[in-house]
């Protein structure tokens, strides 16, 4: 009995012990709406307290008047902590990614397709501000390229920039 309890001690101890993911109030999860570019609802989930993944679907315009329903995901990098003193952590992020953009006959007024795909990359950088209640505020902005899309030359630059929000849970 006594080494039941001593196992169950050690592998609550090992299990605990890992990294506390470091969103809202400690949370790992967000949830939540940016503005700009892309428009919609967006995702964070912390791997530990400087990884992540965030995620966004939502209205998006890809160059070229390419307009439609985005997907996307990109890994970050919290690169440095600014020291303030505040209930918040300030981080600044960077990261990689990729985005789908899928558009249909109404969207895309300029061109003999109606209906079409592009895929591009993207490398976001920004500013969150994680506080103490279970909430964050960002501010992103993503440069990047389009690799595939139905045109003559369809490489080309993208830019994203996106304020937004998200609650912790």
Known sequence: MKRNSILAAFL???????????GGAGHPFGFGMMLGDPTG???????????????????DSFPHHWDGVTLQADYLYHAYKFQVRAPFRLLFYLGAGGKIVFW??????????????????????????????????????APGMVLFAPDPHPIRFDIDIALGGRFYF
């Open 12 to 22: 609550a101890l090992f299990f605990t012990s890992t990294v506390q993911a470091q």
């Open 41 to 59: 609802i967006t995702g964070k989930y912390w791997f530990d307290s400087i990884s992540a993944l965030d995620f966004a679907l939502g209205y």
């Open 104 to 141: 249909g006959d109404d969207w895309n007024h300029d061109h003999d397709s109606e209906y079409g795909v592009g895929v591009g990359a993207r490398f976001p950088f920004g500013l969150t501000m994680v506080f103490q209640a279970p909430f964050d505020v960002f501010l992103e902005l």
